[in-house]
């Protein structure tokens, strides 16, 4: 299990590191019912990072099993097709970026994070999770390799689970805080959420070029 853990990884602090959800995390955090929709961002969050590594990592049972220590052409290209996404979006992210000078802007979703209640904030959670285009890219590579790894049922379930925790930490990191010493973190968090709005762009196409690389590689190994 150790080995499949390293493997998805970097997959993990991918999704981890996604500026977006933590800056709707510290926005629900400077709410008026910041207690709650953290606490709900942050389990839509979880479960929705579970859920799409579990339904991939099903999926790619159905993968044909190569004989230990055989090329696996076929989950080598899917790699290859998806460090190829990734790289897409990288070049995507990095046209976006705001111009020197240039203030960056917040998503127009994002303006109604202060009247959400505890549900809708784990449910917009859940959907950045499970649905963002990038993070169902990495959810899929993770669960490609898990797939292949040849783990018992109990061995895949703790590797899920091992996932989840490393890519929901970024969330749960300024919720916690928050919870144990809320005075304190409101200067912080909003001097945080002030870089991330205007470093988004650059810091996910840096980190969309980099495990999109690392994909490729692992594709091209597969073979």
């Known amino acids: ?81 998806l460090g190829a996404g990734l790289l897409l979006l990288a070049v995507r992210q990095w046209r976006s970026r705001p111009k020197p000078g240039q203030e960056a802007s917040l998503p127009a979703w994002m303006g109604a994070i202060d009247s959400m209640t505890t549900l809708r904030g784990l449910a917009l959670a859940f959907a950045l999770a499970a649905v963002n285009p990038k993070n169902l890219l990495l959810a899929a590579a993770a669960g490609v390799s898990l797939g292949a790894a040849g783990l018992t049922a109990g061995a895949t379930a703790g590797a899920i689970a091992v996932f989840t925790l490393i890519a929901a930490l970024s969330v749960a990191l300024p919720v916690v805080a928050y919870l144990v010493a809320s005075d304190r973190m409101r200067g912080p968090l909003q001097r945080l959420r002030a870089w991330l709005v205007q470093n988004n762009t650059a810091v996910m196409a840096v980190l969309l070029l980099v495990i999109g690389v690392v994909l490729i590689r692992d594709g091209i190994q597969a073979f």
Not at 19 to 24: L, Q, T
Not at 55 to 74: D, R
């Open 1 to 81: 299990m150790g080995d499949a853990i390293a493997e998805v990884l970097p997959y993990a602090v991918g999704i981890a590191i996604s500026p977006v959800p933590i800056i709707a995390a510290i926005l629900m955090l400077l709410s008026p019912r910041a207690r709650s929709t953290g606490v709900g961002f942050l389990v839509g969050w979880a479960v929705g990072i579970a859920v799409a590594v579990t339904v991939f990592t099903l999926l790619s049972s159905l993968i044909p099993k190569a004989a230990s220590g055989s090329s696996q052409p076929v989950v080598g290209t899917i790699k290859l097709l």
